[in-house]
């Protein structure tokens, strides 16, 4: 509970319809997709203006506030979960798309916009944003560059990281700081919107951001690729890298994947197949044409049952509609769901796929897995019932086991969801001491008292 | 001077046949390629492990010494110029390529592998490694990330920081950190690597570095189009962009460039023309030769008075190789030589053009342009004498007006060569006090007695 007087120096700053203490508004804001006890927080607050959000973080800075900023609250580990007695900062009004550069092919947007709608509004003028996390209908672009949001066309096309020219960002005095350019090369002092891409609003809060669009590629092509092994399908995946073709997309998803998410869709999936992958080749039409005839070759010499090109664009935009609902899918089928984000070198995508199935069975677990199999990152996905204490000690077992695994594989513990605080215990096991040491330094200089999301990354001290 | 019983334990971490008190070798350490007061340092190790330069980071620290980094010393903007009184480690002899991953086609590497070698190497393995510097005939892969280097390919491919995947780094204390991984994607706690690079030495001292290779291109096309006016050849750069063709190179020579860098290499350039473009296509062969023909066309389009494709490769290493040699065919002209590195969007590159003739008249100075049109990064080079105070008066003002019409033209300080010794007066110009304070702020964090290659980036205390 924030003190009334406090209440209305936030009121004053953002204006009283901006500002939220009724208990029903505050669960709204307690909980994201990660699965985690919910939190309601002591205020939320909704600025207007770029100015408006300098002055919310100064005064919480002041007054020693937790300030957690949250866009669509999709973040699936928990980077989105406020403290009790601090304040959330929602971004929904922060939400014009200030420039889109044509000729200098780049976009200035504020954290609030949806990143659908920088992909539609960019290529309605010629241009392409290409990173698409799952979430991209609803998830803010705030939320993309705090997460370093990856998606289906992270293969070819690279992650939000690739495409943050410049941001500014709030410090915790609520001064801005600007860092990056509109040009597309930049060695102009410390990378500091590297460093922000990925924070997870623990260093400081973003304003603006400069992102990269690229052309739009000319020609594209999906394919379904069905196979009765899933140790056929992962292979698959590591023959194409080998062939030294770089699809857009090469998702992967296993029967208990298919089955709940054609079951949700009616997309026409198959759901007799062990697994299936998805792929789509984009560029020019000469190249695609090769591409996708190469790509068809490989899935058959590796023993794929049926290789068929989408019929069409509404086909293929129902697959891959299909296939971004499979955490809704696969979360209606049991009360609790743990969507896993195990990223290992791509050679090793067969090994991970052989161990999260022995796994399943060792913990008799239900575990659907899919997901960037061409970035060997995965998401196997637990469903289960929480309130099943043994079932849930189990699940906890078989996520740590996970994370050795991969880590055992030359991976890491997080592809593209991030640390937030279901993973933040496990960092050290990846990095060792001195890193997060280091972390913890940076962190401590950059936010002295403590009041940017804290517990994301780096544990309180 | 280092005192003998300092020296002695440096001897004792290193071996005594790597440590270095000579004058005559020190002042092989005192300067780089910007124009700039040689500074000899108090001593030059050369450690031939990881270990090795870890100690020697520990020791530096303790002792409160200064430690400037250097690898091939080709640096453009004085970061490899170290303090008197303080050490320099050189990278030479860390110069293993440690892995050349072909399944998940990354490269790991020792700071002081030249970028041309990696190239050669991985090629030679079927795959490609695109950061291309000028220098890359010599420098080296730990000051290509601590500079966030570019090249001629970074238009279609990125600069360095594109390509570091991960990397170790010693902190002060001598303890590695550890970041990034050798996965695709990783979004496992901060971004460390990415604010590595580019960092000029000031935060750590990079230990091995992780790289992303590609598939090489399956073809390219070197075109040559010649203009009789500066405007027309900058015109046609931004008319390529506007066509949303991306080529892997796009550069432009003015004419005091390209009779300077014919008269050094014969390479058989149009020594009559105002300007030319060298730009190159690739990709999938008919992607090749689509883009290759819409090139020639806006290149007619815009007034080239010839437009014609390399004969060979031959003729096309010929005249890459003759553009690399801008630098040294200028440098001779005259006894000093400063090379700019100007940034603006791209389609400001015809002001800046304009800009940069006028500049010259104003101030009776010989300016040559040439650079990475494509990326709106250019190099105008001043040849003068430095001995003449007042020529040498005209040309620091001359810079700092072309700093401000950068910054005029919403361009940046530096595109690829970094702020060093050179350009920090002026960040705060471009970023602002609260940033300045910002950077000022994490550096003390990371490196409490400033011992990090003092000065570079952030000005001292």
Redesign the interface.
Known sequence: MIAPALQNEFARLVGRENVFDDASDLLTYSYDAALLPAQSPGLALRPGTLEELGRVVALCNQEGLPLTIRGAGTNLSGGAIPEGKGVVVVTTALNRILEI?????YAVVQPGVINQRLFDTALAQ?LFYPPDPGSQAVSTLGGNVA??S?GLR??KY??T??YVMGLNFF?TEG?????G????????????A??M???EGT?GVIGEIILKL??PPQASRALLAVFDSMEAASQTV?AI??A???PATLEFLDNFTIRTVEDFSGAGLPVEAAAMLLIEVD?????VA?EAARVEDICRAQGATQVRPAKDAAERDRIWTARRSAIPALARLKPSVVLE?A?????QVPALVRFIRDLAAKHELTIGTFG?AG???LHPTIVFDQRDEKQFARVREAVEELFDKALEL??????????GLT?TRF?VK???P??L???R??K???DPKGILNPGK?VERD
Chains 1, 2 share one sequence.
């Open positions: 550069n044509q000729a200098d092919m010629g997460e370093n990856g992270g293969l690279g992650v990281r690739d410090d001064q801005l700081v600007k860092t350019s509109r040009t597309v090369k930049c060695a102009t002092g410390y990378n500091l590297g460093l891409v990925g924070s260093l690229i052309p590591a890298i080998a030294r073709i770089v560029g020019h039409p000469a190249q090769d984000d990223t290992v070198p791509r050679s960037h970035d060997g990152n030359g991976g890491t513990l997080s592809g593209e969801h991030g640390l993973k960092l990846e990095v060792g001195a890193t040491a280091w972390a330094r940076l401590k200089a950059m990354i």
